[in-house]
Structure formats: C-alpha cells, structure tokens
C-alpha cells in the first residue's frame, strides 16, 4: 500500500512558476515510477510526466517539455513538479501516482493516486 498526498497548488499569473509536491508512505519506492497528471475542466484525466524512484529515467507529454520538472527527494520521500512558464491551459487538477516501473502515459495503469491538487493559471 502507498499513500500519495499532494499540496502547493493554487493561482500563479501566466509565465509565472509553481512547484507542486507528493508526499509517498506506507512502502519502499526504490522499485517504482511516479508520475503527474492533471484533469483540466470539463476534460479528462491526461498524463503530464513520470519518473523512476532511482531518477534514472524522466518523461514528459508534449506540452509541458522545457517547461515542467519532475524531480524526487529521497529523504523526504516527495516527489515535486516544478511548472515554470505557466499558461492558461495548465490549469486543472494536479495528480500524483505511483506504480511498480516501468512508467507510463496511460492513467488507468497507475494503482495508487493523491487526492488532487487545483493550479489555476490566470491569463
């Protein structure tokens, strides 16, 4: 069992940054992937990026590339997204995930999911 918690959403100015974080429990994660998604409004569900626990492997959906940053802290067992550049369409519910890896882009693969945290990205 892995317990995901998410914090650090809320409203950021288009251009501006915003770092999003995951706090994991209840297991060892050195042999899983943990990802972001993120449901916009009235949409579903969509992958933004993954990683492995061990950093050795990153991977982002098209639109946030150059822009987002997974990145992970072993000692505090928390994974972060850093969005700088921020536009309007990034805005949604912020997911983190966890899954044995590999990784991957498809939700209804992941089995353990945070509770969500809202980024509202103003024009």
């Known amino acids: 069992q892995v317990q995901l918690v998410e914090s650090g959403g809320g409203l950021v100015q288009a251009g501006g940054s915003l770092t999003l974080s995951c706090a994991a429990s209840?297991?060892?994660?050195?042999?899983?992937?943990m990802g972001w998604f993120r449901q916009p409004p009235g949409k579903e569900r969509e992958f933004v990026a993954f990683?492995?626990?061990?950093?050795?492997?990153?991977y982002y959906t098209d639109s946030v590339k150059g822009r987002f940053t997974i990145s992970r802290d072993y000692a505090k067992n928390t994974v972060y997204l850093q969005m700088n550049s921020a536009k309007p369409e990034d805005t949604a519910v912020y997911y983190c995930?966890?899954?044995?890896?590999?990784?991957?882009?498809?939700?209804?693969?992941?089995?353990?999911w945070g509770q969500g945290t809202q980024v509202t990205v103003s024009s």
């Open positions: 990683m492995t626990w061990s950093g050795s492997i990153t």
């Open positions: 209840g297991r060892t994660l050195s042999n899983f992937a």
């Open positions: 995930a966890a899954r044995l890896a590999p990784g991957t882009v498809l939700a209804s693969m992941w089995g353990y």
